[in-house]
């Protein structure tokens, strides 16, 4: 009995991606030793912080049975609004930014829930729909002339070079921990508490699994997906004043196109597509193996075409790896589908 369970650890998706993690690691430290240094460290934990918070609300929302495709429109509506507001008002305050953000977010999330509660729409359509709608809303009515460093508010700029540590280097060069890892980590003990320790949280597994059911439990639908979502927004909203601090540039086109690469990371992470399975752990070693392709392939040697490459190998193993537990599951279950 315990060899077996052993043996289910072993075989889990997240697992897996954390030994791919390790061995990758050790081979491009024994082709390129300086990869292996606090410097890089720093750096993908910098870089790969705003796309961490935007893995936690997609893990929420596929472990929901849906797909979201319309938070990169909502983190580049709530980043750019946030600059224009605290540029027209004057208050130069990062507080004041994110709070906007992430109100922003917030209720462009909370409409996408109601529209695919009580229009019963397929989330991925609904979400596709809403995301041209919203950005076609940002153009028409804000604009899309960028914003750059010498006119951005300094709470901006002063919160992409925040350093809760730092470091000097044989060479000289300073380098820190960002400040990034703060909402990092305060939105991975929320979401790790929502998910397992409160009512919420099983609504949730249980709405991915099925709704039908879900509702006969005496879950509401209607609650649980205005949360989904309407988080879902309002880390987006945040990520948005993140990305625009991380490259002092505020863009309105910048996110255009990632969101396939944050779902990816989830998925690769063991998150059922189906929903109803999925784990914080398995999103962050997700997030980690896409961002490690990204900034160590240069130390290969490769170019970054490469990088799609890898992640789709790794993608398909892990979904078809999933969908195969699944099955087995199922089997051992009695519970046979078409």
Same mark, same amino acid.
């Given at each position: 009995?315990? @060899? @077996? ?8 998706? =997240? ?23 606090? =410097? ?94 919203? +950005?076609? /809303? ?27 540590? @730092? ?37 949730i597994f249980a709405l991915g699994s099925s709704e039908e059911s879900a509702v006969r439990v005496g879950f509401n639908v209607l609650l649980t997906k205005l949360f989904i979502y309407g988080y879902m927004g309002f880390l987006s909203g945040i990520m948005g004043v993140m990305s625009i601090a991380e490259v002092n540039y505020a863009n309105p086109i910048s996110l255009v196109g990632t969101e396939l690469m944050v779902i990816a990371a989830v998925v690769m992470g063991g998150t ?18 896409? +961002? ?7 130390? /290969? ?13 790794? /993608? ?7 969908? +195969? ?12 589908? =078409?």
């Amino acid at each position: 009995m315990h @060899k @077996k369970r052993f043996l289910k650890k072993i075989v889990r998706m =997240e697992t897996f991606i954390l030994l791919i993690i390790i061995v990758y690691c050790i081979v491009v430290t024994a082709v390129n030793p300086a990869f292996f240094s606090v =410097e890089t460290l720093f750096d993908m934990l910098r870089s790969s912080s705003g796309t961490m918070l935007l893995a936690l609300g997609v893990l929420l929302v596929i472990i929901s049975g849906g797909i979201d495709v319309s938070f990169t429109a909502i983190a580049i509506i709530g980043g750019y609004c946030s600059v224009k507001i605290m540029l027209a008002t004057w208050i130069d305050n990062i507080f004041f930014g994110l709070l906007t953000a992430s109100f922003i977010g917030l209720m462009l999330g909370l409409i996408n829930a109601l529209i695919i509660h009580f229009f019963k729409l397929p989330t991925l359509i609904a979400t596709l729909g809403t995301s041209s709608v919203y +950005y076609g /809303l940002m153009t028409t009515f804000v604009g899309t002339s960028a914003v750059n460093k010498s006119h951005l508010p300094k709470a901006i700029i002063n919160f992409g070079a925040l350093n809760l540590y @730092k470091v000097t280097s044989d060479t000289g060069s300073t380098f820190g921990l960002s400040g990034f890892v703060i909402p990092v980590a305060i939105f991975l003990m929320f979401t790790w508490f929502v998910m397992y320790k409160t009512m919420l949280g099983r609504s949730i597994f249980a709405l991915g699994s099925s709704e039908e059911s879900a509702v006969r439990v005496g879950f509401n639908v209607l609650l649980t997906k205005l949360f989904i979502y309407g988080y879902m927004g309002f880390l987006s909203g945040i990520m948005g004043v993140m990305s625009i601090a991380e490259v002092n540039y505020a863009n309105p086109i910048s996110l255009v196109g990632t969101e396939l690469m944050v779902i990816a990371a989830v998925v690769m992470g063991g998150t059922r597509l189906s929903g109803g399975e999925g784990t914080i752990f398995g999103a962050v070693v997700g997030v980690v193996l896409i +961002y490690l392709f990204k900034s160590t392939l240069v130390f /290969l040697g490769l170019s970054t075409s490469w990088n799609d490459l890898f992640i789709g190998i790794i /993608l398909l193993i892990s979904v078809a790896a999933t969908s +195969y537990q699944a099955r087995v599951r199922n089997r051992q279950n009695l519970i046979f589908t =078409e």
